[in-house]
């Protein structure tokens, strides 16, 4: 087959909507020469990574008219187009839709759980449905966001050819939201990071030093949502100086979003405002440096089931104390300490606990590093591999 590959057009201060696609480009790269099939990337070429010869580029070049015209009809301010060929009317997002059907593709695969066009068999990637399951939150409700993602979702899903979820919980949400069928669920763990290198200690303090950072401290990388439930990691850090004693600095890193006023003002109601440091977007470069010098990442989000983060932190040799939202244990396994992110007490409780045992520490860090030399991006592939290889026996029943 025919396959267009689409990334998406996230930038790197997006946090896990870039690095998922351009972790998956990458491997990509690296084994699709283990493929029958002909992949087009329909994105910038990486010119880091030799291209095998069944994957070529399409850089998806657009006017600037062009790009505001499929920005609006992505927000659903415009209909989508309606473009004939062949003497059949093919519905598109404007540009990029257009050009996606010229090009004869058997199959696409979506990385992003957006398409500029559903008049192709596909597979999409499905990150997430907490516009469903949380959806009072205001970045899934506010301005017509819950809208959009609705209409976006019911129509999407429901005529995909299959959909990759990384854990069977995305899978039962679809399911049960969508009522897709189980048959066109595929559940393939996503890709932990490759094995961080441990840095010397004078890069470690380095890093410290350019970021102003003070030992020990804990560590959360996500962007300022309500729904990343930052408000009860304050809370916790509270409780551990007042009823622990333990005093940690706390690390965030990710753009600010429209919640970093009233994060901070939380700071200041519980006394802790002195020990937040807010990195904002931090380089792919000195992330891993910030793992590698953290006590503990802290995730005490609200949504899921499938985070990036705590992946990160496995393959940087960080251990991990992280929300227990359903799913959480399917992907984490017993590589963390979980907590019940609305009780920070728990929360403090579980990192007093990593802090009284430096032996539970260096457990957790040995079953991060297991599940992430496992779970890399080239097995991640190979069970698209085989996912695309039993689609194929359906496609080849019609032609272009």
């Given at each position: 087959?025919?396959?267009?590959?689409?990334?998406?057009?996230?930038?790197?201060?997006t946090?896990?909507?870039?690095?998922f696609?351009?972790?998956?480009?990458?491997?990509?790269?690296?084994?699709?020469?283990?493929?029958?099939?002909?992949?087009?990337?329909?994105?910038?070429?990486?010119?880091?990574?030799?291209?095998?010869?069944?994957?070529?580029?399409?850089?998806?070049?657009?006017?600037?008219?062009?790009?505001?015209?499929?920005?609006?009809?992505?927000?659903?301010?415009?209909?989508?187009?309606?473009?004939?060929?062949?003497?059949?009317?093919?519905?598109?997002?404007?540009?990029?839709?257009?050009m996606?059907?010229?090009?004869?593709?058997?199959?696409?695969?979506?990385?992003?759980?957006?398409?500029?066009?559903?008049?192709?068999p596909?597979?999409?990637?499905?990150?997430?449905?907490?516009?469903?399951?949380?959806?009072f939150?205001?970045?899934?409700?506010?301005?017509?966001?819950w809208?959009?993602?609705?209409?976006?979702?019911?129509?999407?899903?429901?005529?995909?050819?299959?959909?990759?979820?990384?854990?069977?919980?995305?899978?039962?949400?679809?399911?049960?939201?969508?009522?897709?069928?189980?048959?066109?669920?595929?559940?393939?763990?996503?890709?932990?990071?490759?094995?961080?290198?441990?840095?010397?200690?004078?890069?470690?303090?380095?890093?410290?030093?350019?970021?102003?950072?003070?030992?020990?401290?804990?560590?959360y990388?996500?962007?300022?949502?309500?729904?990343?439930?930052?408000?009860?990691?304050?809370?916790?850090?509270?409780l551990?100086?007042?009823?622990?004693?333990l005093?940690?600095?706390v690390?965030?890193?990710?753009?600010?979003?429209?919640?970093?006023?009233?994060?901070?003002d939380?700071?200041?109601?519980?006394?802790?405002?002195?020990q937040?440091?807010?990195?904002?977007?931090?380089s792919?470069?000195d992330?891993?440096?910030?793992?590698?010098?953290?006590?503990?990442?802290?995730?005490?989000?609200?949504?899921?089931?499938?985070?990036?983060?705590?992946?990160?932190?496995?393959?940087s040799?960080?251990?991990?104390?992280?929300?227990?939202?359903?799913?959480?244990?399917?992907q984490?396994?017993?590589?963390?300490?979980?907590?019940?992110?609305?009780?920070?007490?728990?929360?403090?409780?579980?990192?007093?606990?990593?802090?009284?045992?430096?032996?539970?520490?260096g457990?957790?860090?040995?079953?991060?590093?297991?599940?992430?030399?496992?779970?890399?991006?080239?097995?991640?592939?190979?069970?698209?591999?085989?996912?695309?290889?039993?689609?194929?026996?359906?496609?080849?029943?019609?032609?272009?």
């Amino acid at each position: 087959m025919r396959i267009g590959v689409y990334p998406g057009r996230h930038k790197p201060e997006t946090g896990g909507g870039y690095a998922f696609p351009s972790r998956v480009v990458s491997g990509l790269l690296r084994t699709a020469g283990e493929s029958p099939h002909q992949f087009v990337i329909l994105g910038a070429r990486d010119g880091t990574c030799d291209v095998p010869g069944n994957v070529s580029f399409c850089e998806m070049r657009l006017s600037r008219w062009r790009q505001l015209r499929f920005g609006l009809a992505r927000k659903g301010l415009l209909p989508r187009g309606v473009i004939v060929r062949d003497g059949i009317k093919h519905e598109v997002f404007y540009a990029e839709g257009e050009m996606i059907l010229s090009m004869g593709f058997d199959l696409l695969w979506f990385l992003v759980p957006y398409i500029p066009t559903m008049e192709v068999p596909y597979l999409i990637t499905l990150w997430d449905l907490q516009h469903r399951i949380n959806p009072f939150f205001p970045e899934v409700s506010a301005g017509g966001i819950w809208g959009a993602r609705e209409k976006g979702y019911s129509e999407t899903l429901r005529r995909a050819m299959g959909i990759v979820t990384g854990t069977a919980q995305g899978g039962g949400d679809a399911e049960r939201f969508y009522q897709i069928p189980e048959e066109r669920i595929f559940v393939n763990p996503y890709p932990s990071p490759d094995i961080e290198q441990p840095l010397s200690r004078s890069a470690l303090d380095g890093i410290m030093k350019k970021h102003g950072l003070s030992a020990p401290f804990l560590f959360y990388p996500a962007q300022l949502w309500a729904h990343k439930n930052h408000v009860r990691l304050f809370e916790g850090v509270r409780l551990l100086k007042t009823e622990w004693n333990l005093s940690f600095q706390v690390v965030l890193s990710g753009a600010a979003k429209c919640n970093v006023r009233h994060l901070m003002d939380m700071a200041g109601h519980f006394g802790i405002a002195e020990q937040i440091r807010n990195l904002g977007f931090v380089s792919h470069e000195d992330m891993g440096g910030l793992y590698q010098n953290a006590f503990a990442l802290v995730f005490p989000t609200l949504c899921g089931p499938d985070n990036l983060p705590p992946l990160e932190a496995f393959s940087s040799g960080c251990p991990v104390v992280a929300s227990d939202i359903p799913g959480a244990r399917e992907q984490l396994g017993d590589a963390a300490l979980f907590f019940d992110p609305l009780n920070p007490r728990e929360l403090a409780k579980a990192v007093a606990t990593l802090r009284g045992s430096e032996a539970l520490r260096g457990e957790l860090i040995a079953r991060g590093y297991a599940i992430a030399k496992n779970r890399t991006v080239e097995q991640y592939l190979r069970n698209i591999y085989e996912i695309l290889d039993g689609v194929s026996g359906v496609r080849c029943c019609w032609g272009n």
